[in-house]
Nanobody, 117 residues
Framework: QVQVVESGGGLVQAGGSLRLSCAAS????????MGWYRQPPGKPRETVAT???????NYANSVKGRFSISRDNAKNTVYLQMNSLKPEDTAVYYC???????????WGQGTQVTVSS
């Protein structure tokens, strides 16, 4: 079964760090592109960062220099390292993948990140 499952959210003070993990099944090679999106309270979902199967990354301007996306092919996991967190980073974070075979979207269930001031 093709799916992505997030973990690692929580509560952190401003200036702190968190790392989110996204486990890809059956493997990261099941997806052409994987990424992280977030939905702040009362706002639409937005792109945070993406990474291709070749390792090319892209970031939203709001997180450049603070967040880093990476993938560990051996562990079938994509990570989002979040540093220098700000209260405006508070959101539900979703892992996303575009299936390599059927080119359809796969979404995780979401994980809450709350940054206190």
């Amino acid at each position: 079964q093709v799916q992505v499952v997030e973990s690692g959210g929580g509560l952190v003070q401003a200036g702190g760090s968190l790392r989110l993990s996204c486990a890809a099944s059956p493997s990261v090679y099941s997806f052409n592109v994987m990424g992280w999106y977030r939905q702040p309270p009362g706002k639409p979902r937005e792109t945070v960062a993406t990474i291709t199967s070749g390792g090319t990354t892209n970031y939203a301007n709001s997180v450049k220099g603070r967040f880093s996306i990476s993938r560990d092919n051996a562990k079938n996991t994509v990570y989002l390292q979040m540093n220098s967190l700000k209260p405006e980073d508070t959101a539900v974070y979703y892992c996303h993948g575009i299936g390599a075979q059927l080119q359809i979207d796969y979404w995780g269930q979401g994980t809450q990140v709350t940054v206190s001031s």
